[in-house]
């Protein structure tokens, strides 16, 4: 089971989608042809945003670790970005049976009527076998404790999913039939609903009700997330200089670093119009059979991956912003031991599901980051033990990986998933509760469930 579920995570997601909407289009009555082309517009955009996101890593990390150096910012906890998280989570004893584990308590949600939301989105299983893993061992290697928090964490996520894919259709134009089941965007929507409502009250924030194309009309070039990124790229070049001296010598360098950041900027949205494409003719196509099936109150979701939506003008602007006031939040905030570097290229998806109730306003999207950013750099550093222990097995299974190894004399950590309040709350109950935290896990989760049951019914 472990070789073969190694296998197909080992394909990826450019070679999988192609196959997945291929044999999904067919069995809905799309042509042959017309479902093969589908799967290959999201394949290939899986390709163009890995090199694009590989490029943002590549580019940003080296001066990233230069001005770490130079202003002595090293703390405790090593990142290991998420890839390498992600590779610890698959290869932990909960994550080789993560995917049909999940898959069969998706069908028997669907089956109970307890949720529309049919969760392909595999690769982004590792963050439910990532939960299961540091429970596993704060819970001395339990593997039924393991399976415990990540099937909480599956049926938590498909509800979230269910509430949310209204409001997020709703805001990204041509998601009809998609919802988001990845535990890493939900985890942040109850904050986005509260600080949202919260900055309502204060009298006067409604003149700042500002999005990407207002900021564009009132700032013009400046409001433009290509020009943002272009200037945070030089200005983060700038810093990784020791004195003027360098400055001078690396005035190359640094340019070169700014137009990388805008070229990020500004193909990201063109990358992910062709998910858009590829998503089109195959959520169509869900529509009308469930109409025609079940009627057309009837409805179903496809769970896709966060990627699809990355590209929003808002959440490239504050996630640009948010990068170097990270950094200076991981050094400032007093018991923090965690310094996100290679984590940095996913802080995009922190504000896939913020949008939707912010209204991709600016100002808000960024307070909200800014909030589950100085929480989530804490719930790292906490998690760090646990996660270390993990990386430690894979690590020894696997000697030649060298992505998997953590320094010697260093913690391991990862801003996705480790930040999310979401995973923090499970693991949370059953470090500090355990058998009690347990319980009160299983109780919300069976309440949550048969709410969401009742929900449906009622529609």
Partial sequence: MEAVFSYIIGLGAAVMMPIIFTILGVCIGIKFSKALKSGLYVGVGFVGLGVITGLLTSSLGPALSQVVEIYGLELNVFDMGWPAAASVAYNTTVGAFIIPVCLGVNLLLLLAGCTRTVNIDLWNYWHFAFIGAVVYFLMDHSIAWGFFAAIICYIVTLVMADLTAKKFQKFYPGMEGISIPQPFCQGFTPFAIVIGKVLDKIPGFDKLNIDAEGMK???????????????????????????????????????????????????????????????????????????????????????????????????????????????????????????????????????????????????????????????????????????????????????????????????????????????????????????????????????????????????
């Fill in 217 to 459: 009309k009132k700032f013009g070039l400046f409001g433009e997330p290509l020009f943002l990124g272009v200037i945070i790229g030089i200005i983060i070049g700038c810093l990784a200089c020791k004195d003027t001296t360098e400055l001078v010598d690396n005035i190359p360098a640094t340019l070169g670093l700014g137009i990388k950041m805008g070229a990020v900027m500004e193909l990201i949205p063109r990358i992910t119009s062709l998910f858009i494409e590829g998503l089109k003719p195959i959520s169509e196509a869900t529509r009308e059979l469930i109409a025609k099936k079940f009627g057309a109150d009837k409805e179903f979701y496809i769970g896709m991956s966060p990627a699809l939506v990355i590209g929003h003008p808002t959440t490239l602007i504050v996630s640009l912003l948010l990068i170097p006031v990270t950094l200076v939040l991981a050094v400032a905030l007093p018991g923090n031991q965690f310094l996100p570097l290679a984590s940095l290229a996913g802080m995009f998806y922190v504000f896939v599901m913020v949008l939707p109730y912010t209204n991709g306003n600016v100002v808000k999207s960024f307070i909200v980051g800014l909030v589950v950013m100085a929480i989530g750099l804490y719930f790292v550093t906490i998690m760090a033990d646990n996660f270390t222990s993990a990386a430690h097995e894979v690590s020894a299974a696997h000697p030649d990986d060298k992505a998997v190894q953590v320094p010697e004399g260093f913690s391991a950590g990862a801003l996705d998933f480790a930040s999310s309040p979401l995973a923090f709350a499970i693991y949370a109950c059953m470090r500090y509760i355990s058998y009690i935290g347990a319980g009160i896990l299983t109780i919300l989760t069976i309440a949550l469930v048969a709410w969401n049951r009742v929900r449906i019914n009622r529609k």
